[in-house]
């Protein structure tokens, strides 16, 4: 588990990701979950991949929970997504949230824009795989690894921990080249 006076110190670190992100002060009462979010290939092997360790309100919905995930690889969030109990086949799943549902796309699974993270996130241990871009198929294993009473003077989302380098959503850039 995450300390509290380890997230005051990440928080004070230079994150620029976490900046971007929508934040807000978490409600009277209401808990943090710390859900580990890593990159993994599509068969679901995170071993070695970069990993970051967000702070996100129990009432956040999974929209929100996507939105922090993607901003914290520095992604644009720019795409459909889902979430799927399925690590290696997401089509295979039985549990399921997808933005298909709720744009009025054909869709087997619930929506993500009114599901809240703790009615998917039941138990500690619980993962789920985040699928982004269904043309590039992104594949993030979401990880509940814990729950703590939220800071009163802390907004959310938060990256509690950031491991290793993500790499760039679309390929290396002009930027990367020398002339």
């Known amino acids: 588990m995450v300390s509290k006076i380890k997230l005051k110190f990440v928080r004070n670190l230079v994150y620029t990701v976490s900046n971007q992100m929508r934040r807000r002060k978490a409600k009277q009462g209401e808990k943090i979950y710390l859900i580990k979010t890593t990159l993994s290939d599509w068969h679901g092997i995170v071993k070695g991949q970069p990993y970051r ?46 933005l298909f549902a709720d744009i009025g796309e054909e869709s087997k ?60 959503q679309y390929g290396e850039s002009e930027e990367d080249y020398e002339l």
Do not use: Q
Request: charged share 30%; proline share 4%; aromatic share 16%.
């Open 109 to 168: 699974h619930k929506g993500v824009e009114r599901t809240r993270v703790r009615r998917v996130f039941d138990k500690i241990g619980k993962k789920m795989l985040f699928l982004f871009d269904y043309g590039d198929e992104w594949h993030f294993i979401v990880e509940l690894k814990g729950v703590e009473s939220s800071d009163n003077d802390e907004k959310y989302p938060l990256v509690a921990e950031s491991v290793g380098y993500a790499p760039p």
């Open 53 to 98: 360790v967000l702070a996100i309100p129990e009432e956040f919905t999974l929209y929100r929970l996507a939105e922090a995930i993607v901003n914290s690889f520095d992604f644009y969030f720019d795409h459909c997504f889902g979430f799927y109990d399925n690590l290696e086949s997401w089509t295979d799943s039985d549990e399921g949230s997808e």
